[in-house]
């Protein structure tokens, strides 16, 4: 196992990147934070081991929600170029969107892996409960020792003794077991219980077996993931397994399966040459980001969600739209359905907007359609001669805000409307652009902000609708107690509002998913 003292901390992602890898040139490994990190106490062990396995946790869920589904499609050649599809190769999952942005993901970690894997209840068992001799009877097995049977005069036979399943915890060989729970009981700690159901329905033997083994070996203050007895720790751990190999003298497959577990953990490190791939963590995290922010959008503020763009799995939803293995997806529109690999879906609820004719309520999504006339590069809707045009001329765009969240002014008696975009970008990265004229902002600023305006012109299309925030939601690590999960940072010159969300916060909601 790595050692957290021994990482390096970087802030400075530069290429979206969040998770371990090494830095060949000066031999060691660099833990790169997601954006808003600037405030992250790197000298703190604790909270450095915390943030890696929840990040564990994170990369594992993101990975498990969208594997399966039409935006994250194993690698098909048939995809390859031009749709959402994934690839998988060193250990590592990628994903290419239809913008040609690339995620890729390398969420297992084999030290950690193998020994959640490696749990399998009968082999704890076998371990346990070795065939030995024993004088106890079972009166069910008789008939397969008559042939070794003294018969006495009256009628008894007599048995010396039959092989029967003992408990034999005092063995050498049950120490490997003992051992093995202990390291798997002090990850299950780590990731606060969000291990397999098979692993949760035998919490208390593992525990059970875990204490057998600090009895026995440590201290009650030692621990694998504390930061004062961590090396003293590992160094028994090592110790030990060294004397149960050298004492163990029946070695069946089920012992080398928690050996070879317990050595990689011990021993192991993330291999730049091995099947670990080049790293652990995600590139392109700004994916994890949006659906970290859906969730926590979903979970508090679900009734007041006119439109999200966004197909998240939410624990206990139940959508009747969809099919029985994604009834928990919130997805309720399908937008795009070329074909069974490139649907993409959207949640949206009845806007208070009425069509033409009055008879019923517009979806939002038909009010963020907008037309635009391809001869002068006009809005349609604001041009004077919309009735005379020819339609074969408009072009339809369907635009995407990430969210809309929707109150009714009881005063106003109207809707207020909050327009949020999740953005991966540091403040530093407004700020510098905000100064400078719009010709001369970096492209990705320029286009975010037009895209940004457009979402609030086409919902002021309707009088019924008031924007009364559109925001930009960037992440931060607080290190202190906020009052508020949102905090206000910059407004821009367009009126957009640079808002900083609690990263610690959002993460813990998404989280909370798995448990």
């Not at 990147?17 to 600037?38: A, R, S, T």
């Not at 953990?265 to 859906?294: R, T």
């Not at 009834?327 to 070329?338: F, T």
Request: overall charge negative; some cysteine; proline content about 2%.
């Amino acid at each position: 196992m790595f050692n957290f003292t021994s990482l390096r901390i970087n802030k400075n992602s530069k290429d979206n990147f969040v998770g371990i890898k090494k830095n060949i040139v000066e031999d060691c490994f660099e833990f790169y934070l997601p954006i808003g990190f600037d405030e992250f106490p790197e000298e703190d062990f604790d909270l450095v081991r915390k943030l890696f396995f929840d990040l564990y946790r994170t990369f594992r869920k993101f990975e498990n929600d969208n594997i399966d589904n039409e935006k994250f499609q194993l690698n098909n050649s048939e995809y390859q170029q031009d749709q959402d599809q994934t690839t998988t190769k060193n250990g590592g999952v990628t994903l290419t969107n239809n913008q040609q942005e690339s995620c890729i993901i390398y969420s297992k970690i084999r030290m950690l892996e193998n020994i959640l894997e490696a749990y399998d209840p009968l082999i704890i068992q076998s371990l346990k409960d070795k065939i030995r001799a024993s004088e106890k009877i079972k009166y069910s097995d008789i008939h397969k020792y008559l042939y070794k049977a003294i018969y006495l005069k009256n009628d008894v036979i007599f048995i010396d003794t039959m092989d029967l399943a003992s408990p034999t915890l005092e063995n050498q060989s049950t120490d490997i077991v003992t051992l093995y729970c202990y390291i798997l009981d002090e990850i299950i700690e780590q990731l606060d219980g969000d291990v397999s159901e098979q692993i949760k329905d035998h919490r208390q033997e593992i525990k059970f077996l875990s204490e057998t083994f600090q009895d026995n070996y440590l201290t009650n203050h030692q621990s694998i993931f504390d930061s004062e007895t961590s090396l003293e720790t590992i160094s028994i751990l090592k110790e030990t397994l060294e004397n149960i190999d050298k004492n163990t003298h029946y070695k069946d497959n089920n012992y080398w399966q928690l050996y070879e577990a317990i050595e990689l953990f011990l021993y192991g490190e993330i291999n730049p040459e091995g099947e670990d791939g080049e790293y652990w963590g995600i590139k392109g995290f700004s994916f994890v980001w949006e659906d970290m922010c859906h969730t926590y959008f979903f979970k508090n503020c679900f009734d007041n969600i006119a439109y999200a763009d966004t197909d998240i799995c939410i624990k206990k939803y139940h959508n009747d739209l969809r099919d029985i293995n994604k009834m928990n997806r919130v997805g309720n529109h399908l937008i795009s359905a070329k074909d069974k690999n490139n649907q993409i879906w959207i949640y949206q609820t009845a806007s208070p907007v009425k069509s033409f004719n009055k008879k019923y309520l517009l979806n939002w999504q038909d009010l963020l359609l907008i037309k635009y006339d391809l001869e002068p590069v006009i809005f349609v809707y604001s041009n004077p001669i919309y009735t005379k045009r020819n339609f074969k001329q408009e072009l339809p765009r369907l635009l995407r805000p990430d969210l809309l969240l929707n109150y009714y002014d009881e005063k106003s008696k109207k809707n207020t409307i909050i327009i949020y975009d999740y953005k991966y970008v540091n403040l530093e990265f407004y700020v510098r652009n905000n100064n400078i004229p719009l010709a001369n902002t970096n492209d990705k600023y320029r286009i975010d902000l037009i895209k940004e305006l457009t979402y609030e012109f086409a919902l002021q299309q309707s009088q019924d609708l008031t924007i009364s925030k559109n925001c930009y939601l960037i992440p931060q690590f607080f290190h202190e107690y906020q009052n508020t999960i949102f905090q206000d940072l910059l407004q821009l010159k367009e009126g957009i509002i640079v808002q900083s969300v609690d990263f610690s916060l959002i993460q813990k909601s998404y989280l909370e998913e798995n448990s």
